[in-house]
């Protein structure tokens, strides 16, 4: 019973960080990044068969998944951590 409100926890816990940090994250470093020609999609939006295909708006700007997004967010701040470390 502890066991099952643990792993419940712990999976509430992963998709807060994933859907808000990495994938709030993601909407900030894309456009900065990309100097404006990418946009990011809504999170869990199904336009496409496969998750981490990048496809093209009709005004020419390259449209990013929301989970693509998330993943550039997550890798965002481990490389913060990195770098935050090797200063030191």
Request: aromatic fraction near 12%; charged fraction near 20%; hydrophobic fraction near 55%.
């Amino acid at each position: 019973m502890a066991l099952d409100f643990i792993g419940l926890a712990g999976e509430v816990l992963l998709r807060v960080v994933l859907e808000v940090f990495c994938y709030g994250t993601g909407r900030v470093v894309i456009p900065v990044l990309s100097l404006g020609k990418a946009r990011v999609d809504k999170w869990n939006t199904r336009r496409y068969l496969a998750t981490y295909n990048l496809w093209w708006h009709e005004d020419g700007k390259v449209v990013i998944s929301g989970e693509t997004t998330a993943l550039i967010g997550l890798v965002f701040w481990i490389a913060v951590v990195v770098a935050s470390c090797l200063i030191r």
